[in-house]
């Protein structure tokens, strides 16, 4: 009532002249008609999205993250502010990107796009609370203590790609029961790649078939892998999980297309974008997850409180079209496996 009352009398000379003077103060100082603005604006959050991919190919996971802040009450651009921050592949310029958020002094980092980019996160700051995704086991490289409520100013979303490679040697070994050579492409950098090449390749010896696990950190690395794979007659390839790759994932359809080469994915953008298989969680999903623990933080919760989220479903999807264009016929068993199929 006295806010309203103020207002009537900056329009009218008369009662503002019998508005008291350290009354009038202290309106403009505490809940007054003008700072309103000003103090929303100073305090709307800022969140640091640090991400190891590239703008042009992450909209789908963009859009999830900011659904995600939605459903905690946040909107991009009305009450809160996002700072981006891309690797675009090259892991190198991490450290660099989180610095840069950590003198923005944003509220909260979401670091995306798998291991490197939580890495440099937590060696940039231990306090301001970070949100990460993970393609591995995230305790097995030390970004988290345990699986349940960290502690610290760190928690993330897991994807667990990489610690279920066997099973997608054991749908490459359906889809090509008498392939006696298998090859692997993993970028190196990525550090569950070699864990991943490792795990397949342990699998691969009780299945009795060869492993030859190439690596590509750079395009044209990739185009050279693809080369080798032919030139020692693989005769299905299993792409290991990392953003890197991920990134380029039209290019490696493409050339798994030229080249003839069944190929299984760990991750369903891959057979959208005509690929032959795959079989992971979803990655929607997850950034989806880490947009609202990012929200719940604004909220006031702690990092500490808060319990890695794992993935509780694993789809296995196909793509029909690319398997009738090299000439493969699926069997009804592996069929039966999947969960989708592009007809």
């Known amino acids: 009532m006295l806010i309203f009352d103020a207002a009537l009398a900056l329009n009218d000379p008369m009662q503002f002249h019998q508005l ?7 309106l403009l100082g505490g809940a007054g008609v003008w700072p309103i603005g000003a103090r929303a604006q100073r305090s709307t ?8 991919r590239s703008p042009d190919e992450s909209d789908s996971a963009v859009s999830a ?13 009305k009450n ?9 592949g090259h892991y190198d310029r991490l450290p660099g990107l ?31 609370p970070i949100v ?6 995230p305790v097995e490289f030390g970004l988290v203590p345990s699986l349940g409520p960290p502690g610290g100013n760190v928690t993330d979303v897991t994807f667990f790609f990489a610690s279920i490679g066997p099973k997608r040697l054991e749908l490459v070994h359906r889809l090509r029961p008498n392939a006696s050579t298998i090859a692997m492409l993993i970028n190196p950098n990525y550090q569950p790649g070699p864990v991943e090449a490792r795990d397949i390749e342990i699998g691969a010896a009780s299945l009795g078939v060869q492993i030859n696990v190439l690596n590509a950190s750079t395009e ?32 490696l359809v493409r050339l798994a297309s030229q080249y003839g080469i069944p190929t299984i994915y760990f991750a369903r953008e891959f057979v959208e974008a005509g690929g032959l298989i795959s079989y992971g969680p979803s990655i929607t999903v997850g950034y989806r997850q880490v947009g609202t623990y990012v929200g719940r933080i604004l909220n006031g919760e702690k990092p500490a409180d808060m319990p890695v ?8 999807f196909i793509n029909l079209k690319t398997a009738k264009a090299l000439g493969l016929e699926l069997s009804q068993t592996l069929l039966a496996l999947a969960d989708e199929v592009i007809e």
């Not at 993250?65 to 651009?77: D, I, K, M």
């Not at 989220?309 to 296995?316: A, C, K």
């Open 309 to 316: 989220l794992q993935p509780t479903v694993f789809v296995l």
């Open 132 to 137: 990460f995704t993970a393609g591995g086991d």
């Open 220 to 251: 044209s690395q990739v185009d050279a892998a693809f080369t080798t794979i032919v030139q020692r007659r693989a005769e299905a390839l299993i792409i290991g999980t990392d953003p890197f790759l991920l990134g380029r994932r039209d290019h």
């Open 45 to 52: 959050p800022v969140v640091g999205f640090l991400s190891s």
């Open 80 to 88: 809160v502010t996002i700072e981006y921050r891309w690797a675009e």
């Open 20 to 26: 008291k003077r350290r009354e009038f103060i202290t």
């Open 98 to 128: 989180a610095a840069e958020l950590v003198r923005r002094q944003v509220a909260v980092i979401a670091a995306t796009g798998g291991e490197p980019s939580p890495l440099a996160a937590k060696a940039a700051t231990s306090t301001i």
């Open 65 to 77: 993250f900011r659904h995600g802040l939605g459903q905690t009450g946040y909107s991009e651009g």
